[in-house]
């Protein structure tokens, strides 16, 4: 799925886990898959179009327990969702909201994750 795609131009040309790119001990090839997530996440969002909080976190919720399974890839390779991922991930989740209109609780965006 492309980042092109996505309908909502703050988020089509948003910069999804910035900080991980940037830090060699998170594998690219890994952290493209988490931005793959995130992708998806905002694609459900315009297409499902949830019209409260119980709903879009329905949807961040399936999210972050992708991104729990993609924790067990990052261990394999030496790396993990750590401090660092975790808080450029829960910015992404805030961000995506935010960027569709919710005042989303943080926590609760990702509360069903295991990192």
């Known amino acids: 799925m492309s980042q ?4 909502n131009e703050q988020l089509r040309n948003h ?3 910035s900080d991980m790119y940037q ?4 594998p690219d090839f890994l952290v493209d898959k988490g ?3 995130l992708v998806e996440l905002c694609l459900q969002i ?3 179009q949830p019209q409260s909080l119980v709903e879009l976190y329905t949807l961040t ?4 327990d992708r991104f729990n399974d993609l ?11 750590e401090t660092a991922a975790r808080e450029s991930i829960a910015a992404d989740f805030e961000f ?3 960027a569709y209109g919710f005042e989303a609780d943080t926590e609760e965006l990702i509360a069903t994750r295991d990192w």
């Open 15 to 17: 910069e999804f886990l």
């Open 4 to 7: 092109n795609t996505i309908k």
């Open 46 to 48: 315009e297409s499902q």
């Open 23 to 26: 830090d060699d001990y998170f």
């Open 35 to 37: 931005k793959a997530i």
């Open 71 to 81: 924790g067990e890839e990052f261990d394999e390779h030496d790396s993990e969702l």
């Open 61 to 64: 919720h399936a999210a972050t």
């Open 96 to 98: 995506i909201a935010k």
